[in-house]
């Protein structure tokens, strides 16, 4: 009864559109205080979730893709992808998802790529006769693959969570993302072949050598990035530290990195990864309850009678994380639910590299559904749209999402593959 008073709680503030760091700690004192337990041990539980060492990896990562954006690194992608595919029937559609991709080695995060590439993509798609819903919802499911594909930043948090290898989580995650760029490239081939009249342009051998020379440097980045942990020289941490100055460095190079510009990177980064730790505290708190209240045995008993079929085990965890996707921000998921979880998934057989990509897919579903859906206010905050439309034109693309979550969940060599071609 306590557990069920605090979650609904928790969910009745959420709905109250408080913040969710706030939502979670505020019933998480009250209970503290209830138990009359000690509040030094629930800000013991606070100080010890941010006090790591890999999370330092958080706010790097958020600046790389933050600088990348200012510096205009977004918009040399676009065109390299522009004029690669200039003769594709829907070139600018396929661009979308190309320059997501791009960009998605350089940012792990999804808020990041739709700020910077909404910006450019979806005016560039309505100016060219693209209908708005296709537009948006073309260019907010792209902007998943960013959390998805290394260096994510979720997949960070979850390594830090669950104590396994950051690099193993990042090689796993790669075959998982592409899959997602060709989900979404298969609905575009369909659908431009129900919508005729998007023809493509002669291919430009000069203006795409002139925009393979500005990529050349962006580039670099992934190498630096994956390289580095793939090949051991660095850890995650100083991969994301020296990503962060070969952006600088890029962008002093390219004459649009000023002190305002790295003013407003500095200070969106802080804001962001500022937000990230007040919840991972938030949830650390949580967690000291769930590990109190012995929530992880009940549900193993629970689950173990209930079905001994590791498939349907995640089945089953994979609707309930659709769900709180839905309703609660996916780094407060990840570090709630995985003490919890990943030890029964490891019961089933189920490798906790593979269980945590399925996870960090499944979650990042939950940015484009409302009510949390951040990408969705963040492009219709671009746009000048309601959110309730941004949402409309979302709708159709979830299907290849879902179905590469199938996918991922079902045949798991898909996952593993790289993992276990690299050793780890």
Same mark, same amino acid.
């Given at each position: 009864?306590?557990?069920?008073?605090?979650?609904?709680?928790?969910?009745?503030?959420?709905?109250?559109?408080?913040?969710?760091?706030?939502?979670?700690?505020?019933?998480?004192? !009250?209970?503290?205080?209830?138990?009359?337990?000690?509040?030094?041990?629930?800000?013991?539980?606070?100080?010890?979730?941010?006090?790591?060492?890999?999370?330092?990896?958080?706010?790097?990562?958020?600046?790389?893709?933050?600088?990348?954006?200012? !510096?205009?690194?977004?918009?040399?992608?676009?065109?390299?992808?522009?004029?690669?595919? &200039?003769?594709?029937?829907?070139?600018?559609?396929? !661009?979308?998802? +190309?320059?997501?991709?791009?960009?998605? /080695?350089?940012?792990?995060?999804?808020? $990041?790529?739709?700020?910077?590439?909404?910006?450019?993509?979806?005016?560039?798609?309505?100016?060219?006769?693209?209908?708005?819903?296709? %537009?948006?919802?073309?260019?907010?499911? &792209?902007?998943?693959? &960013?959390?998805?594909?290394?260096? &994510?930043?979720?997949?960070?948090?979850?390594?830090?969570?669950?104590?396994?290898?950051?690099?193993?989580?990042?090689?796993?995650?790669?075959?998982?993302?592409?899959?997602?760029?060709? @989900?979404?490239?298969?609905?575009? %081939?369909? /659908?431009?072949?129900?919508?005729?009249?998007?023809?493509?342009?002669?291919?430009?051998?000069?203006?795409?050598?002139?925009?393979?020379?500005?990529?050349?440097?962006?580039?670099?980045?992934?190498?630096?990035?994956? +390289?580095?942990?793939?090949?051991?020289?660095?850890?995650?941490?100083?991969?994301?530290?020296?990503?962060?100055?070969?952006?600088?460095?890029?962008?002093?190079?390219?004459?649009? #990195?000023? *002190?305002?510009?790295? /003013?407003?990177?500095?200070?969106?980064?802080?804001?962001?990864?500022?937000?990230?730790?007040?919840?991972?505290?938030? $949830?650390?708190?949580? @967690?000291?309850?769930?590990?109190?209240?012995?929530?992880?045995?009940? *549900?193993?008993? /629970?689950?173990?009678?209930?079905?001994?079929?590791?498939?349907?085990?995640?089945? #089953?965890?994979?609707? #309930?994380?659709?769900?709180? @996707?839905?309703?609660?921000?996916?780094?407060?998921?990840? *570090?709630?639910?995985?003490?919890?979880?990943?030890?029964?998934?490891?019961?089933?057989?189920?490798?906790?590299?593979?269980?945590?990509?399925?996870?960090?897919?499944?979650?990042?579903?939950?940015?484009?559904?409302?009510?949390?859906?951040?990408?969705?206010?963040?492009?219709?905050?671009?746009?000048?749209?309601?959110?309730?439309?941004?949402?409309?034109?979302?709708?159709?693309? #979830?299907?290849?999402?879902?179905?590469?979550?199938?996918?991922?969940?079902?045949?798991? +060599?898909?996952?593993?593959?790289?993992?276990?071609?690299?050793?780890?």
């Amino acid at each position: 009864m306590t557990l069920l008073l605090l979650a609904l709680a928790i969910l009745a503030l959420l709905f109250a559109r408080v913040p969710v760091a706030f939502a979670i700690m505020g019933p998480s004192l !009250v209970y503290f205080l209830v138990k009359d337990a000690s509040t030094g041990l629930a800000l013991k539980a606070v100080f010890d979730s941010v006090n790591s060492f890999p999370l330092l990896a958080v706010p790097l990562f958020i600046f790389v893709g933050v600088i990348a954006n200012r !510096v205009g690194i977004a918009e040399r992608l676009f065109e390299f992808c522009l004029a690669g595919l &200039s003769r594709v029937p829907g070139n600018l559609a396929y !661009v979308n998802v +190309g320059t997501s991709v791009g960009f998605a /080695w350089m940012s792990g995060s999804a808020l $990041a790529d739709a700020a910077g590439l909404g910006k450019v993509q979806v005016p560039a798609m309505v100016r060219h006769g693209y209908p708005f819903r296709f %537009a948006t919802g073309l260019t907010a499911s &792209s902007t998943l693959i &960013s959390p998805v594909m290394p260096p &994510s930043i979720p997949a960070v948090i979850f390594a830090a969570t669950a104590t396994i290898s950051t690099g193993a989580l990042f090689a796993a995650s790669v075959i998982p993302a592409l899959l997602m760029a060709l @989900g979404l490239c298969i609905y575009i %081939a369909i /659908w431009v072949m129900r919508h005729p009249g998007f023809e493509g342009q002669p291919f430009d051998p000069a203006r795409f050598g002139r925009a393979t020379l500005k990529v050349i440097g962006p580039l670099g980045a992934p190498i630096i990035i994956l +390289g580095g942990i793939m090949g051991g020289y660095f850890t995650p941490t100083e991969a994301a530290g020296i990503a962060a100055v070969y952006m600088l460095l890029l962008g002093a190079v390219y004459r649009t #990195l000023t *002190l305002k510009v790295l /003013w407003e990177a500095v200070r969106e980064t802080v804001f962001l990864a500022g937000g990230i730790m007040i919840i991972i505290g938030a $949830a650390g708190m949580l @967690g000291q309850i769930l590990a109190r209240e012995r929530v992880a045995g009940t *549900l193993a008993e /629970w689950m173990t009678d209930f079905t001994s079929n590791p498939i349907m085990f995640l089945i #089953l965890i994979n609707v #309930l994380l659709i769900v709180l @996707g839905m309703l609660i921000d996916a780094t407060a998921v990840i *570090l709630v639910t995985v003490p919890v979880l990943l030890p029964l998934a490891v019961s089933y057989g189920i490798d906790p590299v593979h269980f945590g990509v399925i996870m960090i897919v499944n979650l990042m579903i939950g940015l484009l559904t409302p009510p949390v859906g951040s990408v969705l206010y963040i492009l219709s905050s671009i746009t000048g749209r309601p959110v309730e439309e941004v949402f409309k034109g979302v709708v159709p693309f #979830l299907i290849p999402m879902l179905a590469v979550l199938i996918l991922i969940t079902c045949f798991p +060599g898909l996952v593993m593959f790289l993992p276990n071609l690299l050793g780890f």
